[in-house]
């Protein structure tokens, strides 16, 4: 309720006060709610709100019902302890001027999945067929499942909660339609008692989960300075101030003073614990959700996902580097968004559109608050394995790379690629030290322009071409990777086998045989050697797996058939597939042959990648 003497605000200003309030917040009455002391205990505070927070709209669905019938239940209870205790409800409570209310007390059990839209997301189990048919991956998922419930619950409980916000929308459109002043003034009080809610659970969030300890500020014990203080004795008899113990006592005076609080009295670095490592990780969660939508809008930018949008940035961008106000432009903008943000603060309307966002699985999750709401607090995990999991390995396996590339070129594993590119930075070294710095500064902003516009969308959209969108790869260009490397070296080692047993006069043992019609054209002969026979399956049969240098085949065990052969110059793939006893073969038409089974399979893979001959792409 609002103090006496004070006006209603209005609808508008009642809409807003989402955020953290400020310092001075409870300076102004309008911007709190005022209310007379009353000896509640945390308990009954927490009950009260859970009643004027039930007050909304009914929502969608199943909450519908489960909202129905609690307060069916609860109305039943108030009647029932009415009749049969009417001494309690006529006697009014007796204040105690020695009990005050409990400071941001925490905010209801909400045991409702409210929602505005949509319905909450079914969580399914796995059936009794997925657990006999896959039981190690099953429950693998059923673990996975387990714990992204278990963060999503200490997510939703701890910030504010998806239904708070629900409730508060629906308070605000009780509000926006109510007929009556009464109407208008209940309203009101609803909408003001779940924003104050908010703000405590604000504090609660941040006191429960996020302070573990407290350590009082010591209190300043060095005085200011008196000059008289430092004067010494000299050697010629004169006294001189002593500046330097001045100045030390000086700065400590106003460390103390300006800075005490920021002075951390425990010089040790904290213990370790799981308690505080999840502590730092929520912490770090939350407060990165602000950057998860913008790192989403930029993505949605360079993306060219809205050509017009995109199209407008790139335009500013041209203009600003074409008049050299880019940086300016950059603190203007910061400026702007700061300022902005205390003229015109977030709406109810907003939150709308926040919950709308949450709650359709169509739309694009901006945090991932968000997706916990879409997929359900079991399903948020897969949901984001499944959209974030590629793209995610694909960045971590180019980061490898990069890595390699790195050391190698510093190992001058390609001494002629090394010499290349220590070429080409002594170029730039010459550029950097000859052009002023201005021009450095344009030149790099164009680059950070043409690869923000036209390298980011080519490497995100087309991700076959990300590495020749990278100015990374052009400057270490053809400088290998391990694998690579690993390839070259297998293949050398191939040439000088093969060449060593043809220069001994092999060519008659059992480990060749001879091609050709010509026998008298020994430029035409050409020599395979039979890299080795492997037992494994193929489908349903049993046999041996046949690796020549020329290609494979697979023979039964029983009639000798050959029942698929591949040479190695219509072999377009090479993939380990299973858990580590597979082999699988793709031509370049795309035929498949697959082998399972295959104990030495990775010295098949090797044997076939070295004498082989070809030149091979590692793609995963």
Same mark, same amino acid.
């Given at each position: 309720?609002?103090?006496?003497?004070?006006?209603?605000?209005?609808?508008?200003?009642?809409?807003?006060?989402?955020?953290?309030?400020?310092?001075?917040?409870?300076?102004?009455? /309008?911007?709190?709610?005022?209310?007379?002391?009353?000896?509640?205990?945390?308990?009954?505070?927490?009950?009260?709100?859970?009643?004027?927070?039930?007050?909304?709209?009914?929502?969608?669905?199943?909450?519908?019902?489960?909202?129905? +019938?609690?307060?069916?239940?609860?109305?039943?209870?108030?009647?029932?302890?009415?009749?049969?205790?009417?001494?309690?409800?006529?006697?009014?409570?007796?204040?105690?001027?020695?009990?005050?209310?409990?400071?941001?007390?925490?905010?209801?059990?909400?045991?409702?999945?409210? /929602?505005?839209?949509?319905?909450?997301?079914?969580?399914?189990?796995?059936?009794?067929?997925?657990?006999?048919?896959?039981?190690?991956?099953?429950?693998? +998922?059923?673990?996975?499942?387990?714990?992204?419930?278990?963060?999503?619950?200490?997510?939703?409980?701890?910030?504010?909660?998806?239904?708070?916000?629900?409730?508060?929308?629906?308070?605000?459109?009780?509000?926006?339609?109510?007929?009556?002043?009464?109407?208008?003034?209940?309203?009101?009080?609803?909408?003001?008692?779940?924003?104050?809610? /908010?703000?405590?659970?604000?504090?609660?969030?941040?006191?429960?989960?996020?302070?573990?300890?407290?350590?009082?500020?010591?209190?300043?014990?060095?005085?200011?300075?008196?000059?008289?203080?430092?004067?010494?004795?000299?050697?010629?008899?004169?006294?001189?101030?002593?500046?330097?113990?001045?100045?030390?006592?000086?700065?400590?005076?106003?460390?103390?003073?300006?800075?005490?609080?920021?002075?951390?009295?425990?010089?040790?670095?904290?213990?370790?614990?799981?308690?505080?490592?999840?502590?730092?990780?929520?912490?770090?969660?939350?407060?990165?959700?602000?950057?998860?939508?913008?790192?989403?809008?930029?993505?949605?930018?360079?993306?060219?996902?809205?050509?017009?949008?995109?199209?407008?940035?790139?335009?500013?961008?041209?203009?600003?580097?074409?008049? @050299?106000?880019?940086?300016?432009?950059?603190?203007?903008?910061?400026?702007?968004?700061?300022?902005?943000?205390?003229?015109?603060?977030?709406?109810?309307?907003?939150?709308?559109?926040?919950?709308?966002?949450?709650?359709?699985?169509?739309?694009?999750?901006?945090?991932?608050?968000?997706?916990?709401?879409?997929?359900? +607090?079991?399903?948020?995990?897969?949901?984001?394995?499944?959209?974030?999991?590629?793209?995610?390995?694909?960045?971590?396996?180019?980061?490898?790379?990069?890595?390699?590339?790195?050391?190698?070129?510093?190992?001058?594993?390609?001494?002629?690629?090394?010499?290349?590119?220590?070429?080409?930075?002594?170029?730039?070294?010459?550029?950097?030290?000859?052009?002023?710095?201005?021009?450095?500064?344009?030149?790099?902003?164009?680059?950070?322009?043409?690869?923000?516009?036209?390298?980011?969308?080519?490497?995100?959209?087309?991700?076959?071409?990300?590495?020749?969108?990278?100015?990374?790869?052009?400057?270490?260009?053809?400088?290998?990777? @391990?694998?690579?490397?690993?390839?070259?070296?297998?293949?050398?080692?191939?040439?000088?086998?093969?060449?060593?047993?043809?220069?001994?006069?092999?060519?008659?043992?059992?480990?060749?045989?001879?091609? !050709?019609?010509?026998?008298?054209?020994?430029?035409?002969?050409?020599?395979?050697?039979?890299?080795?026979?492997?037992?494994?399956?193929?489908?349903?049969?049993?046999?041996?797996?046949?690796?020549?240098?020329?290609?494979? /085949?697979?023979?039964?065990?029983?009639?000798?058939?050959?029942?698929?052969?591949?040479?190695?110059?219509?072999?377009?793939?090479?993939?380990?597939?299973?858990?580590?006893?597979?082999?699988?073969?793709?031509?370049?038409?795309?035929?498949?042959?697959?082998?399972?089974?295959?104990?030495?399979?990775?010295?098949?893979?090797?044997?076939?990648? !070295?004498?082989?001959?070809?030149?091979?792409?590692?793609?995963?």
């Amino acid at each position: 309720m609002t103090s006496e003497g004070l006006s209603r605000p209005s609808t508008e200003q009642l809409s807003q006060g989402l955020d953290r309030a400020s310092y001075n917040i409870y300076h102004n009455p /309008r911007c709190h709610l005022v209310a007379p002391l009353q000896p509640t205990t945390s308990a009954e505070q927490s009950q009260a709100s859970a009643h004027s927070i039930d007050d909304g709209n009914p929502g969608n669905g199943r909450s519908r019902l489960r909202r129905i +019938s609690k307060k069916l239940s609860e109305n039943v209870k108030t009647t029932a302890d009415v009749v049969l205790h009417p001494t309690h409800h006529t006697k009014e409570k007796s204040i105690d001027p020695t009990t005050v209310p409990v400071l941001a007390p925490p905010p209801p059990e909400d045991d409702e999945d409210e /929602r505005l839209f949509h319905d909450a997301p079914e969580q399914k189990g796995p059936t009794f067929k997925e657990v006999v048919k896959h039981p190690v991956s099953t429950v693998q +998922s059923a673990l996975h499942g387990a714990s992204g419930a278990k963060f999503a619950e200490t997510m939703d409980n701890q910030v504010i909660a998806h239904g708070a916000g629900v409730r508060l929308v629906r308070a605000y459109d009780d509000l926006v339609n109510a007929k009556s002043d009464k109407d208008k003034n209940q309203a009101a009080d609803s909408l003001e008692q779940l924003k104050k809610a /908010r703000q405590d659970a604000f504090v609660r969030w941040t006191l429960d989960r996020h302070v573990l300890m407290v350590r009082r500020v010591p209190p300043q014990t060095t005085s200011w300075p008196n000059l008289g203080d430092f004067r010494a004795q000299g050697e010629n008899g004169r006294k001189r101030i002593q500046w330097v113990d001045f100045g030390h006592h000086l700065l400590r005076y106003h460390l103390e003073h300006y800075g005490g609080q920021y002075i951390d009295q425990n010089p040790n670095l904290p213990t370790p614990s799981e308690e505080a490592l999840n502590t730092s990780a929520e912490r770090l969660i939350m407060t990165s959700t602000p950057y998860q939508m913008l790192l989403m809008k930029i993505r949605h930018i360079y993306r060219w996902d809205n050509p017009t949008e995109t199209a407008k940035y790139l335009a500013a961008y041209t203009f600003l580097w074409t008049i @050299d106000y880019l940086s300016g432009a950059a603190i203007l903008a910061l400026i702007w968004t700061v300022v902005k943000r205390r003229l015109y603060p977030p709406t109810l309307e907003d939150i709308r559109g926040e919950i709308k966002r949450s709650e359709d699985v169509e739309m694009t999750a901006m945090n991932i608050t968000q997706l916990i709401e879409q997929h359900g +607090s079991h399903g948020w995990t897969d949901a984001l394995r499944q959209d974030l999991g590629p793209w995610l390995l694909l960045q971590l396996e180019d980061l490898a790379n990069v890595l390699e590339i790195w050391r190698n070129f510093y190992e001058w594993r390609e001494p002629t690629r090394t010499k290349i590119t220590l070429v080409l930075l002594s170029v730039f070294w010459l550029a950097i030290t000859a052009i002023p710095l201005n021009i450095l500064i344009k030149i790099t902003q164009f680059n950070f322009g043409v690869m923000f516009f036209g390298l980011f969308p080519l490497a995100t959209r087309w991700p076959q071409y990300r590495l020749l969108a990278s100015p990374m790869k052009w400057l270490f260009w053809r400088v290998p990777t @391990d694998a690579e490397w690993a390839i070259a070296r297998l293949q050398v080692e191939a040439r000088y086998r093969t060449a060593a047993m043809q220069k001994a006069g092999l060519e008659s043992s059992q480990d060749y045989k001879k091609e !050709g019609n010509d026998s008298n054209a020994e430029a035409d002969m050409k020599y395979v050697a039979n890299l080795g026979k492997y037992h494994c399956t193929t489908g349903n049969h049993h046999g041996e797996l046949c690796v020549s240098s020329e290609g494979v /085949r697979f023979v039964s065990a029983i009639r000798k058939n050959v029942l698929w052969e591949m040479r190695f110059d219509a072999l377009r793939l090479l993939q380990k597939v299973g858990t580590g006893e597979g082999l699988l073969f793709v031509s370049s038409e795309g035929d498949e042959s697959r082998v399972s089974g295959l104990e030495q399979r990775n010295e098949v893979f090797t044997q076939i990648v !070295g004498y082989s001959g070809l030149r091979w792409q590692v793609s995963g």
